[in-house]
């Protein structure tokens, strides 16, 4: 089945700092990767959407300044965490679907953030 | 107002017994409806995917129903194991780009033993 794997699986970072989560399609080319953000005992709250080569699509609230998203290939999408804040912290999931309108989207296995 | 209810908001069983969640939905236009499950710090696995013209679905001891009239699915376990201790969460698409996901906010399932 399809593999879509994160790294790091947890990162611990500064006040201030920048942290970059990588996200890669291992076994599939996806066409499209969305970012997700996860609170305790929350739901999966979507980020933004991106296309390989396009610019990402953000959410409604969602900085995109702050969150900078960078889908250059096709098996990999990548989110920085600028200048992240302890509210920052929280689970990131991402997930990629391939082309031609598949209804499967596979998720990775998340990044806990944590901003101290 | 949430799109997609779930209840209930969590649920404790017994090891070998059988549970059913709920997952009402008012997302419209449908495309289909998804069941994940979530284990703790990881990220959702697909358990069933199931169009409007779909009303039952199984993958193993899983099994989803989907009633498109009335909007409604339910997630029905059986026998169940300690490894099923996790969050199901209902995941209704509204287009067919598969890119307008609406998540519920899950139910948390414990099973002891």
């Known amino acids: 089945g399809a593999v879509v794997s994160q790294h790091p699986s947890w990162v611990i970072c500064k006040s201030g700092t920048s942290v970059k989560i990588e996200c890669r399609s291992l076994?599939?080319?996806?066409?499209?990767m969305f970012w997700y953000r996860q609170f305790p005992k929350q739901s999966l709250m979507l980020m933004a959407t991106s296309n390989e080569g396009s610019k990402a699509t953000y959410e409604q609230g969602v900085e995109k300044d702050k969150f900078l998203i960078n889908h250059a290939s096709l098996t990999l999408s990548t989110l920085t965490v600028t200048s992240a804040h302890p509210e920052d912290s929280s689970f990131y999931i991402c997930s990629a679907s391939s082309a031609g309108g598949s209804y499967e989207q596979y998720f990775g296995p998340g990044t806990r953030l944590t901003v101290t | 107002k949430n799109q997609v209810e779930q209840s209930p908001q969590s649920l404790i069983i017994l090891e070998g017994k059988n549970c059913t969640l709920q997952c009402n939905y008012t997302v419209s236009p449908f495309s289909n409806l998804r069941w994940y499950k979530q284990d703790t710090g990881r990220g959702p696995v697909s358990l069933t995917i199931?169009?409007?013209?779909?009303n039952t679905k199984s993958n193993g001891r899983y099994t989803a129903t989907l009633d498109a009239d009335t909007k409604q699915s339910s997630l029905h376990i059986t026998a169940s194991q300690l490894s099923d201790s996790a969050s199901y969460i209902c995941v209704v698409l509204s287009d067919y780009n598969n890119n307008d996901m609406r998540f519920g906010a899950g139910t948390r399932l414990t099973v002891k033993p």
């Open positions: 199931m169009t409007f013209s779909e």
């Open positions: 076994d599939f080319q996806a066409t499209t």
